[in-house]
């Protein structure tokens, strides 16, 4: 059996970020996500601190002007949560990226080890700040092409809903704080007291999911080496998913990483890692205009026809049915 993590004994400081024309709903649900975190620990395992680039009032997406109490670069902070930007398409980044530019020198400012996290297009002002330079990241799907050709130097993972790093995180979609303090919260929290939390404050995706792909949602495992036995399999190819691999990944024998998958999911290790790729197939069909040939290729698969079999053995719909019925 693994050691248990070794959980941090100090608070971390969160600065969470307002910058003009953000969306600060996900600030407030994490601030409230950190207050029942800690009156669940008993224990302040997480502080936030509001931070802006100065402490002039902050004129929000539709909303209030919320007032900084601390400058970025005085905040002290162990991370910072960069939050959604509202964009209205995918052209035209450089119109936003130039009105925020005290933003994104305040973040390229930060010492290299404070580790930033972001979300939604949130992710294109930590790509300007090059703090993704080299690195794995992900952001809300339809900016994939702009991301790409603005910013080749980052490792793009638009199928991976989470992408963690030692000095960056970043999530897709508008709600990607939730999978941003998931991560976040499950190295400072007993698992018990993790559960609970995702019980009670982070809800599912809204979006009706096929009953073959329930409990393969990353918010949904609540058990810390099965997230990232998830998270390997997202970006491992189809055609490479291997028990023995994914054990040496975790560090534990095929063996035990067997049981611990058939206990929790009453799969084989197998099956459940196919699965997890369909879900990943079926989120594709989903949200982009992808051809399942393009989507094949990009999960992995050994080609088109293997990916139309297995997709309909597990739903009972074709490709195309499933991504018609939920249009």
Not at 72 to 84: F, N, T
Request: aromatic share 6%.
């Amino acid at each position: 059996m693994p050691a248990p993590p070794i959980r941090p004994t100090a608070p971390l400081r969160l600065a969470l970020l307002l910058y003009p024309g953000c969306m600060p709903a996900g600030l407030f649900a994490t601030a409230d996500m950190v207050r029942a975190a800690n009156l669940r620990a008993q224990a302040t395992v997480i502080e936030v601190c509001w931070a802006g680039v100065d402490l002039q009032p902050v004129p929000t997406w539709q909303g209030p002007a919320l007032a900084p109490t601390v400058a970025l670069a005085q905040a002290g902070a162990d991370a910072v949560l960069v939050p959604g930007l509202w964009l209205s398409s995918p052209d035209g980044l450089q119109a936003p990226l130039q009105q925020l530019a005290p933003v994104v020198q305040a973040l390229r400012a930060l010492p290299r080890r404070t580790p930033l996290w972001s979300y939604c297009a949130g992710v294109v002002l930590a790509a300007a700040s090059g703090r993704l330079r080299g690195q794995g990241a992900t952001a809300t799907w339809w900016l994939r092409a702009a991301l790409e050709q603005q910013f080749a130097a980052v490792d793009w993972r638009f199928d991976e809903p989470l992408v963690a790093g030692p000095t960056a995180t970043t999530a897709a979609g508008a709600n990607g704080y939730l999978p941003l303090m998931l991560h976040a919260l499950a190295a400072r929290l007993p698992p018990e007291a993790l559960a609970d939390l995702q019980a009670l404050l982070m809800l599912p995706r809204p979006r009706t999911t096929h009953p073959a792909f329930a409990g393969h949602d990353l918010m949904a495992v609540a058990d810390a080496e099965l997230r990232r036995a998830m998270l390997w399999v997202q970006r491992s190819p189809a055609t490479q998913l291997r028990l023995p691999a994914l054990a040496d990944a975790l560090g534990l024998s095929p063996r035990t990483l067997a049981r611990r998958v058939q206990a929790h999911t009453g799969l084989s290790a197998a099956h459940w890692m196919r699965r997890i790729k369909l879900r990943q197939a079926s989120e594709a069909l989903c949200d982009t205009d992808r051809p399942l040939k393009r989507i094949a290729e990009d999960l992995g698969f050994a080609n088109e026809t293997g990916l139309h079999r297995a997709f309909r053995q597990a739903t009972g719909q074709t490709p195309l049915a499933y991504r018609m019925a939920r249009r």
